[in-house]
């Protein structure tokens, strides 16, 4: 939808000049609190399956990946000082507003995943999900924005993650291309931006 694109470019586009010094001073804040790079990045699988860099505010330390798995999991100690307060927040997304401008990503559709666990979706529903560019949010993010706690609750949270919470959040993924629409989108926003300030 033509018209979608056009409202990513321009939303994301404001955004990052409105939130420049915002975003100066998270990068500040990063470099003073840890060592390593102020994002983070990781291939994610976007729009028909092709592969793309997604950029976070890094919020680990920068041996992360070699520590544990890829899910985080409740008060996960490879976190920094700054990433606990900056994931909370939801800050630490913001840097994607430069992969909806560059064409990645949208600001709402079905969150990006890893190769790893895409690997696992059922043919049909990855056929869906993946017709569309992945979103900064959707109805799954907001649903599970207390992910990394419910899996910390779980005997085995990767088993958790992929039987439990993966199949879940697929399905709102699935529901969201079937029914997307404009207002949908705006509510989704509105709703996001309830969610963080609340």
Same mark, same amino acid.
Do not use: N
């Given at each position: ?33 840890? +060592?390593? +790079? ?71 559709? +079905? ?22 560019? +992945? ?64």
């Amino acid at each position: 939808m033509w018209a979608k694109r056009l409202v990513d470019v321009l939303l994301s586009a404001l955004g990052l000049v409105l939130l420049a010094p915002l975003l100066l001073a998270i990068a500040l804040w990063i470099k003073l609190d840890s +060592p390593g +790079p102020v994002l983070f990045r990781q291939a994610r699988v976007g729009r028909r399956g092709r592969l793309f860099s997604i950029h976070k505010f890094r919020t680990m330390r920068p041996d992360a990946p070699s520590l544990g798995p890829q899910i985080t999991i409740g008060a996960d100690p490879r976190v920094t000082r700054a990433g606990q307060v900056l994931r909370r927040s939801k800050l630490d997304e913001l840097p994607q507003l430069w992969d909806v401008f560059r064409g990645a990503m949208s600001l709402v559709g +079905p969150r990006p995943e890893v190769p790893r666990y895409v690997a696992l979706y059922p043919v049909d529903i990855a056929e869906l999900v993946l017709s569309v560019r +992945p979103g900064i949010t959707d109805l799954a993010s907001i649903e599970y924005r207390d992910e990394s706690r419910l899996l910390a609750e779980a005997a085995d949270p990767e088993a958790c993650y992929v039987e439990q919470v993966m199949p879940a959040k697929l399905a709102l993924a699935a529901r969201y291309v079937q029914t997307r629409s404009f207002s949908g989108d705006l509510t989704l926003l509105l709703r996001t931006v309830k969610a963080i300030l609340s």
